[in-house]
């Protein structure tokens, strides 16, 4: 049934590209959250990848046999580049915020970012003496950016307990960064 309905949307049917998208969604949107936990990425990703077939609908291949797979495939490939592009830009961010906005010279330069990757290596050690909840609940909210409703909602977790993970968590990191400072200097 759906390979006759891709042939039809290919040739135009409005209906039979309504029923493709009606058929697939929830199918693509569960695949695509296992590719990337960022539902609005998901689920932007699968509106785009409608709205190409159907701009392409008159080029596309009207033998289809499997659609769901065909789809899957396309849903993938187009998660990897928006999220390779999104990690792109997270570095650029990263490095317009590290370099310095005066013009240095090359030793300062190269002293700024051996402390900046010292840092980073006592975040990473404190990171690693969080619980894996902790370390989890850390990572959905100041990584993934997520809000406490919804790591609450991802986590089966009330908000309060969010709240208090995050709160532990960060009491433990700046007891950890501390003690690693104090080390680096004995």
Aim: hydrophobic share 40%.
């Amino acid at each position: 049934m759906t390979a006759g309905v891709w042939g039809q949307m290919a040739g135009g049917d409005k209906e039979a590209f309504l029923t493709l998208y009606q058929s697939h969604y929830h199918a693509l949107f569960r695949y695509g959250f296992s590719i990337s936990i960022d539902r609005e990425l998901t689920k932007d990703c699968i509106q785009e990848l409608f709205l190409e077939i159907w701009n392409t609908r008159h080029t596309l291949n009207k033998d289809v046999i499997n659609v769901q797979s065909y789809l899957f495939t396309w849903l993938r490939r187009k998660m990897s580049r928006e999220l390779s592009r999104l990690a792109k830009d997270k570095l650029a961010d990263e490095l317009r915020l590290e370099l310095p906005v005066m013009e240095s010279s090359y030793e300062e330069l190269l002293i700024a970012f051996q402390q900046s990757e010292e840092k980073k290596m006592q975040l990473r050690e404190a990171l690693k003496k969080l619980t894996k909840k902790q370390l989890e609940i850390v990572r959905l909210k100041f990584f993934e950016n997520l809000s406490y409703r919804t790591i609450a909602t991802q986590t089966s977790l009330t908000p309060r307990t969010i709240y208090n993970l995050i709160y532990e968590a960060i009491r433990h990191l700046r007891e950890s960064m501390k003690l690693l400072l104090i080390l680096l200097f004995i």
